[in-house]
């Protein structure tokens, strides 16, 4: 049977086109608007080998193939839930990049690193950022300088800070804390940051801290090195904000 209607597909959006071909992603350099061909024969491989080498026309188009493959191959390191959101915004970040003409060959792992980071800012999506510079080959202060070439001198990217309470909920679970505990957590978060005790303070730090001082006031103990090793955030970080954090914060507990 041959059916004479319209193609079924969905007309209202770019993005969202079944069965009449793929839809535009950010993940590849071209946008996903290339000719997939068969290489199970011998002249389709042939084929195949050629139409990815008409691909890659331009120094841009070189750049963008390296830098999204660093970039996608970190993310699915991370194991995050949400990769798929995550790698269209760091191929958002990293074509105005290229496009902008900052990236170089010899610093492209470095934009790579602070696209990472910089997309899951701007998600609010917690990642490991010491695995990010280690798979990329990064330094902190390489990291650093990318970020602010990206935030302040190019203006293209607006980030936010992570919630310490999102933190929260995601430490916990990798401390194996009960929710009684990250329940005390976030509201000792919430009250540092009305009595401006725990402002202008590392998201990470702030969290894994207040599921330390959470810990041992619902008698779930947890020292700072274990506290340390689950979550990421060094003793340094979590010695200094459990500090701030019982100098500044009243918390009230009825046990």
Known sequence: LVDLGREWRSFDSSTNRERAETPNTLKVHDMGLHTEIDGTTWVGRRLAELNNLSRVVSSDDRKMVKALKLANDVINRLQTPTAAKLKEEVGLILRKLVKSGVVGKRRLNSYVAAAVVAAAENLNVPIDQRFVLSYCGVTVSELWEAMMKIRRDLGIVKSRTYDPRTLVITLSHKAGLPTQVETLAIRIVEAGRESGALLSKGPQGVAAAALYVASILMDFRRTQTAISR??????????????????????EVNL
């Open 230 to 251: 689950s979550t990421g955030v060094s003793e340094v970080t979590i010695r200094n904000r459990y500090k701030d954090i019982i100098d500044g914060v009243l918390v």
